[in-house]
């Protein structure tokens, strides 16, 4: 359940329709994360690209980890230009336990910010600029530019 859009995110409308298409499955917790551009350093907004074939494994992944414990991980991450206090990523956890869903949604997207294969750029003065002091190598990648 990895959503991608164009642009920011419409965050009331997504974790609605996360929440509906999981309000019958007997979880007892429903854990949001929504992940902000914050004002800073003087960008207007963030742009990102994604390498979607690494990311879907990645994510994969951490579905069969969530499936392991009785849970479901979904996420949403935007491609290209979000501007600054809309919204680019939101991931959700639900679990039978809140217990499960709080350590998972943790987990969950410390290893999305240090793995997924995402490139995050600053928009200023109309230029997309690599942010590679805020960017992370990926493990095994040797590529980091």
Request: hydrophobic share 40%; glycine share 8%.
């Amino acid at each position: 359940m990895l959503y991608l859009y164009d642009g920011a995110l419409d965050v009331p409308k997504i974790l609605r329709e996360w929440y509906e298409q999981e309000e019958g499955s007997n979880y007892g917790a429903y854990i949001p994360f929504v992940g902000t551009v914050r004002d800073e350093d003087g960008i207007e907004g963030l742009s990102f690209d994604i390498y979607e074939p690494i990311l879907n494994s990645w994510f994969e992944a951490w579905q069969a980890r969530a499936k392991e414990r009785g849970a479901v991980i979904k996420m949403a991450h935007s491609r290209g230009d979000v501007l600054l206090h809309q919204s680019s990523y939101i991931a959700a956890v639900f679990s039978p336990k809140r217990r499960v869903a709080l350590e998972f949604i943790d987990e969950f997207v410390e290893d999305f910010k240090a793995s997924a294969p995402i490139w995050k750029y600053d928009l200023k003065g109309g230029e997309r600029i690599y942010a590679l002091d805020r960017s992370t190598a990926i493990k095994g990648s040797g590529i980091l530019k």
